[in-house]
């Protein structure tokens, strides 16, 4: 299950229809489960109590009435999706947000070829709900997000650069100050005011270092963290973790407050805790534990090890058994290097659509830019260039990210072949957090296409001398076509470049029967999609332009009822 799954589903129904849509659902989801009770209504509340999430095979009235007297609040009730008889719709009736339910009705349509109804305005309109930005909201969620979706003034106030998705442009930054009355989003991790005009979205910024003498009671450790958190004005909810060192790690007491505050707890070793300059070291810690100080060089090391980030806040602040330090760490910009697929809509990975719709500027090539516009979230910046600015384009994602913004720099197929993540990645430093998200490649589309070219071995070549001088690529090939691996050509043939494929294949021909099939894929699972099969000895070159790929067999590679299919070996060479 997909770990945005709810982890406990009950499914009810109440119909032979409904159970076998159930069934469905429970064969996929190894959490999902039919709940019975004495009756549906029965059936439906003890799904409501024992669950994280219900899905029910009903009428929506029906639900409504029995679940009305049972609703508490959003950010703990389940969410409920409602299916229809004949599995046609899948309603988010709860939990839209908070509980999830709007992605869960995307899934059991996806399972049950049903209809996702989501009527959250956020999503209605294509909005980041306040919600589901991953950070904790507080305050007039409601009202600032009606003033964002009705195109009111909304004044961003932020105490640094967050990476935050799109937004619209009547959610304008502000310095601080703001108009007596008006609409406003923080974002911060200290104490704020708030009105009925503000919302407060925060960041997790910060990290409690905490020491602490062995058996420290969990209600001193979250005592001591609470109240130097109150005094320092600093919000617990943007606590990122709690850090100590390794020999803390099964810390009952420490382990339990982070467990409660819902954050992790990270440790390091007492060498690493060493390295650390810290305000306030302690040759007395050090006898003990190996290092001078393990709050505050816990703090500033964070979750990630990054000491030179973070600033200490609060220094180390005892009690009889505990220890803690804060320190903020700063925000670090965020790079999505995304791979879109061979160009067709269904064959773009959900996990891309959703790191374009985080996005709050997207880089890319124009042609492959106008493929996701239709995804992308109102006031996103866009930064589109032409063919052969791979390197302007690389370098300008990773000056938006190092920046602080939310970026997706994409590319066709699978970014990390022959793309954009390699030049991308050479100028991303330790100030941007890096995401790969794979995509289809175009051998893979092309290899579908023509059967099962791609069955053993393979190397993949680019013909493309435009950065790699034809003698490597020539000894490439050669070892290629000595290795007797199936060969896949990208960049194969353009109008300046014209005669390395027919070289290539040349080489080939030397270490191939001419029998070996040979297929050309042009704008695989696009427009004027076409697949050409052919042999080693009768290849035309001139059938192949810049938007194909050449698939050549080895030696063992076969046409089976019009298909290339090479065999794995095992069994078919016995």
Sequence with gaps: MNDNTPARIGLVAATAAGRRHADTLAAAWPHARLVEGDGVADALRAAWAECDAVVAFLATGAVVRVLAPLLGDK???????????????????????????????????????ARPVVTTATDAVGLPGLDTLGW??????????????????????????WPLPALPPNVRPTGGATADGGYRLLVTDRVVPIDARTAVLRPPSLVAGVGASRGVPAAEVAELLHRVLA?????????????????????????????????????????????????????????????????????????????????LLVGKTATAMATVAVARHAPRGRLAVVGLGPGAPNLRTPRAVAELRRAAVVVGLDQYVDQVRDVLRPGTRVLASSLGAEEARARAAVAEAAAGRAVALIGSGDAGVYAMASPALEYADERIDVVGVPGVTAALAAGALLGAPLGHDHAYVSLSDLHTPWEV???????????????????????????????????????????????????????????????????????????????????????????MVTPRGYRWRS
């Design 75 to 113: 950010r703990t009730d389940p969410a409920v999706v409602v299916v229809d008889e004949a599995a046609r719709h899948a309603v988010a009736l709860l939990g839209g947000h908070a509980g999830g339910g709007n992605d869960l009705a995307e899934r059991v349509g996806a399972l049950l070829d």
């Design 136 to 161: 904790p909201v507080r305050g007039a969620v409601a009202a600032v997000s009606r003033a964002i979706l009705d195109g009111e003034p909304v004044e961003l106030v932020a105490d640094a650069a």
């Design 231 to 311: 005094e320092a004005g600093l919000d617990p909810a943007s606590l990122s973790c709690l850090a100590s060192a390794d020999i803390k790690a099964d810390e009952a007491g420490i382990r339990s407050t982070a467990d409660a505050l819902g954050v992790p707890l990270v440790t390091w070793p007492a060498t690493r805790l060493a390295a650390v300059d810290v305000p306030h070291p302690s040759e007395v810690v050090r006898a003990a534990v190996g290092t001078p100080s393990v709050a505050e060089a816990a703090a500033l090391l964070g979750a990630d090890g990054r000491a030179g980030d973070g600033t």
């Design 473 to 563: 690529i020539e000894r490439r090939v050669t070892a290629a076509a000595e290795g007797d691996f199936v060969t896949v050509f990208y960049n194969p043939r353009s109008r300046a470049r014209d005669w390395q494929l027919g070289k290539a294949l040349g080489i080939l021909a030397g270490h191939r029967p001419p029998d070996t099939p040979v297929g050309v894929v042009r704008n695989a699972s696009r427009p004027g999609e076409r697949v050409h099969l052919t042999t080693v000895a009768t290849f035309d070159p001139a059938v192949v332009d810049m938007y194909s790929v050449v698939v050549v067999g080895n030696s063992d590679t076969r046409l089976v009822a019009g298909r």
